[in-house]
T-cell receptor
Framework: DVKVTQSSRYLVKRTGEKVFLECVQD?????MFWYRQDPGLGLRLIYF???????EKGDIPEGYSVSREKKERFSLILESASTNQTSMYLC???????????FGPGTRLTVL | DAKTTQPNSMESNEEEPVHLPCNHS???????IHWYRQLPSQGPEYVIH???SNVNNRMASLAIAEDRKSSTLILHRATLRDAAVYYC???????????????FGQGTRLTINP
């Protein structure tokens, strides 16, 4: 069964901390994505990567960075967490242009 | 990205068919129509997609209007497990890199009554 896994389901951090959210897929997909989901705003794309070491900004990249050192792993980094980054974070991967995206279960991050 | 319009919520009864509408009047010729759904406390999951012709799979059917300005997701026999938020999304098939970027709207919250 295809799988996208995320390192934590729930995470609580303090303002100013550096936060790492990890995503791993076992489908050999080229493309991986990080979204955040907030009530009333839907899912918004933060960053995506279409190959190892390649990354592109999405719609709301400010305050975030990403790392893709291996094909199966895509990390989202909050350099200095702030309370407005409290959200549900969703990782996804997809093989090609006309394929379905597979989503992870999400990480609910609370920044105090 | 071309936009879609969906009702905020719909309600149906268990074991009855459900028709979820989506309007996309500004759709372009290369836009695919995708449907995803998100069950409570889970990430979205793919349901179905199509370009021009109607599509069927084990989960649902997708009926696309002849002018492609609207589409309908059909769940033939709803179960309680189909209660979710359903998203209708347009994806431009002409874009190669980053093509899989999906723009999620608010979706339709489907409630299934036992």
């Amino acid at each position: 069964d295809v799988k996208v896994t995320q390192s934590s389901r729930y995470l609580v951090k303090r303002t100013g901390e550096k936060v790492f959210l990890e995503c791993v897929q076992d489908m050999d997909h080229e493309n991986m994505f990080w979204y955040r989901q907030d009530p009333g705003l839907g899912l918004r794309l933060i960053y995506f990567s279409y190959d190892v070491k390649m990354k592109e900004k999405g719609d709301i990249p400010e305050g975030y960075s990403v790392s893709r050192e291996k094909k199966e792993r895509f990390s989202l980094i909050l350099e200095s967490a702030s309370t407005n980054q409290t959200s549900m974070y969703l990782c996804a991967s997809v093989l090609g242009v006309d394929d379905e995206q597979f989503f992870g279960p999400g990480t609910r991050l609370t920044v105090l | 990205d071309a936009k879609t319009t969906q009702p905020n919520s719909m309600e149906s009864n268990e074991e009855e068919p459900v028709h979820l509408p989506c309007n996309h009047s500004t759709i372009s010729g290369t836009d695919y129509i995708h449907w995803y759904r998100q069950l409570p406390s889970q990430g979205p999951e793919y349901v179905i997609h199509g370009l021009t012709s109607n599509v069927n799979n084990r989960m649902a059917s997708l009926a696309i209007a002849e002018d492609r300005k609207s589409s309908t997701l059909i769940l033939h026999r709803a179960t309680l497990r189909d209660a979710a938020v359903y998203y209708c999304i347009l994806r431009d098939g002409a874009i190669i890199q980053g093509a899989q970027k999906l723009v999620f709207g608010q979706g339709t919250r489907l409630t299934i009554n036992p």
